[in-house]
């Protein structure tokens, strides 16, 4: 299990991945350059030779083949000269009409350029064997066979040895050390994480998070870095031989190293990529901000993109344009007379033909980069922009939608969304601090509440403490506050449970109100429950005992009131005002005179059913006059033995 865990902590399948990347590239690219820089033509000559001396043999078994195989030591060729370049000198490479090939003398290559051949090609009755070294020493070619007619071809890149030889720093840049160089690089990148993964320390969340978010365009940098190492060493290689590098060699190098950088581009996007989302970014994230929005340098949608096209399309439609022209480039070289045209039309027609085809879907391949930034990159860099807004407080930040495919579909659920975000926040400044925000966004959907403002019935709640200001007097700022909180915390309950409206505190003062338009078309009951239930939380808060206990008076009126959003366009208070919110303040002043926590109005009174309230007995206390008014007002208070919630 310890081993187990370590493993993941060192991210030894991260090594892996980078590892097996170069070597899935470049062990085909391996076999694509040898095929690409062998002269076929020379070979096939220097086998019909040897077939013509194998003649009733090859004709008894009928077996042919041509192969390679590729080792250790196998390296890249150039192409041969074709074998009338300068042609065989035939008394120094075959011996009279009987076909045997010369023995052990190492034959000098031709004035064009031609095979240099050494080693004795008969070993014994049945087999032969030599080596060939072309292109002026760049490579070694071994052709051997057997009497039965089968032929085997292996090549050796002889140029990247002499390379060394003469630049021994090379030595330095070989496959094996690049691959170990950039392990080591690697290592140094993660020496952070490791540090986190062994000590559970992190002094520096930030770049940690840069680390982890760069990590796949970091991998890729390194891949990238070894095709351009592999590059660069097979120039040198070739230039240390040649002391000059032929287009036919910067050509092949180039299109292997698009080749190189496309293959291991997509298989470090895929199987890399994965795994650093699932075994370092994911154990990583989930202990720091899962659901943040990450820092650092990333490979963005663009350049994924492009990777794709380039390594699917670009890079084989380089192939596709290259090999045609590069193995008939001889043929091409001499199209100087409409006879040689003629004579080359079957091999021509169809070389032009794939030419034609490669540059053309070559630049379909880049319009279509082009055409995937204007209709997904452009659009989602602008729902960013806009959701960087809304992160802000701007909701009206909407985009246009014109199509029903996938973008059209995020770009109308984003809209959607702010719709939602602004009636929310809506909802939470207009009611947000007196009612649920559940009934509220009811309310609000139902188009029950003309925020503009409307005539409602309802009944309002006032409700005091007694003898607050002495109290306050000797408590201190802070325990004055939890002393308001606590208690507002008793006592609002019961009027959101009978579905009221806190419409605002005043000190340590409740205002509420019952209404048809929040639910409640017994308004007036509901009020009266409330007051019940209201003066049974207070005997709670006082029995908790933390402050001095308290009294506090409930005053009930009802009748027709305004309410909606009052106040300037920077601070809107959805309210209610009126001469019966008035009263309802003015009854419950009266508490104190008539010695009752609960007064009413006769209004109120009239329209309950009593039959709800058992156990209550609702008494007349007498008509006041109330300021500011001549008509005097009934009041009625509530007689009670016991009251359970």
Excluded at 148 to 175: A, M
């Amino acid at each position: 299990m310890k081993i187990a865990e370590t493993y993941k902590k060192l991210y030894i399948g991260l090594y892996l991945c980078l590892i097996l990347s170069i070597a899935a590239a470049d062990r085909p690219l391996e076999l694509f350059e040898s095929y690409s820089l062998i002269d076929v033509g020379s070979i096939k000559a220097i086998i019909a030779r040897i077939s013509e001396t194998k003649k009733e043999e090859l004709k008894t078994s009928g077996a042919k083949t041509f192969g390679m195989r590729i080792g250790e030591n196998v390296r890249y060729e150039l192409p041969l000269p074709e074998v009338g370049a300068g042609g065989y000198d035939r008394k120094e490479t075959l011996a009279g009409d009987t076909g045997e090939i010369a023995g052990n003398d190492k034959v000098k290559s031709s004035p064009g350029g031609g095979p240099v051949m050494k080693g004795n090609p008969l070993l014994d009755q049945n087999n032969y064997a030599f080596e060939m070294s072309t292109s002026q020493g760049l490579v070694n070619v071994l052709i051997s066979g057997r009497s039965g007619g089968s032929f085997s071809v292996s090549f050796e890149r002889s140029f990247e040895k002499k390379g060394v030889d003469k630049y021994p720093f090379l030595y330095f840049f070989n496959k094996h050390f690049t691959v170990f160089a950039l392990c080591v690089i690697l290592i140094l990148r993660l020496l952070p994480l490791y540090s986190f993964n062994f000590s559970g320390n992190a002094p520096d969340i930030n770049r940690l998070e840069n680390i982890v978010s760069g990590l796949p365009l970091f991998m890729l940098s390194l891949v990238w870095a070894a095709g351009l190492v592999r590059f660069a060493v097979n120039l040198a290689g070739c230039y240390a031989v040649l002391e000059s590098i032929p287009m036919a060699a910067l050509a092949l190098f180039a299109v292997s190293l698009i080749m190189f950088i496309a293959l291991t581009s997509l298989l470090t996007m895929g199987f890399t990529h994965e795994y650093i989302k699932k075994y370092i970014a994911a154990p990583f994230f989930e202990k720091y901000n899962p659901y943040g929005i990450r820092q650092g340098t990333s490979i963005s949608l663009s350049i994924r993109f492009f990777i794709i096209v380039f390594s699917v399309g670009m890079a084989p439609t380089a192939i596709g344009l290259y090999l045609p022209l590069s193995f008939n480039a001889g043929i091409l070289n001499g199209l100087s007379s409409i006879t040689t045209v003629l004579d080359n039309f079957e091999i021509l027609i169809p070389i032009l033909i794939a030419s034609f085809f490669a540059m053309y879907f070559f630049a379909m391949q880049i319009a279509s980069m082009f055409s995937f930034r204007k209709n997904i990159i452009v659009p989602v860099n602008k729902l960013i922009e806009r959701m960087k807004l809304v992160a802000k407080g701007d909701f009206k930040c909407k985009t246009s939608v014109l199509c029903v495919d996938e973008i059209g579909q995020l770009k109308g659920h984003f809209n959607s969304m702010l719709d939602g975000l602004a009636e929310r926040e809506k909802i939470k400044d207009t009611f947000g601090r007196f009612m649920s925000i559940e009934i509220a966004e009811k309310l609000l959907k139902e188009k029950k509440v003309n925020l503009m403002g409307e005539e409602i019935e309802a009944t309002i709640l006032f409700s005091d403490i007694r003898d607050f200001t002495p109290l306050s007097e000797k408590l201190s700022a802070a325990e004055l506050v939890d002393f308001l909180n606590l208690y507002f915390s008793h006592v609002v309950k019961p009027i959101h449970a009978n579905g009221g409206v806190v419409n605002k505190f005043i000190g340590d003062a409740v205002m509420a109100v019952f209404a048809p338009i929040f639910g409640n078309a017994g308004h007036e009951e509901a009020a009266v429950r409330a007051a019940l239930q209201m003066k049974a939380a207070l005997a709670e808060f006082n029995a908790l005992e933390k402050y001095p206990a308290v009294k506090a008076g409930i005053g009930i009126h009802r009748g027709r009131l305004v309410a909606g959003n009052i106040g300037t366009e920077e601070r809107m208070e959805y309210t209610f005002i009126g001469d019966n919110v008035n009263i309802a303040s003015r009854i419950e002043t009266e508490t104190k005179n008539f010695q009752t926590d609960i007064l009413m109005s006769e209004d109120v009174v009239n329209i309950i059913n009593k039959d709800n309230f058992k156990g209550f007995d609702f008494v007349k206390l007498g008509p006041v006059v109330m300021k500011g008014k001549s008509v005097p007002l009934s009041l009625y208070g509530i007689k009670q033995e016991f009251y359970e919630q």
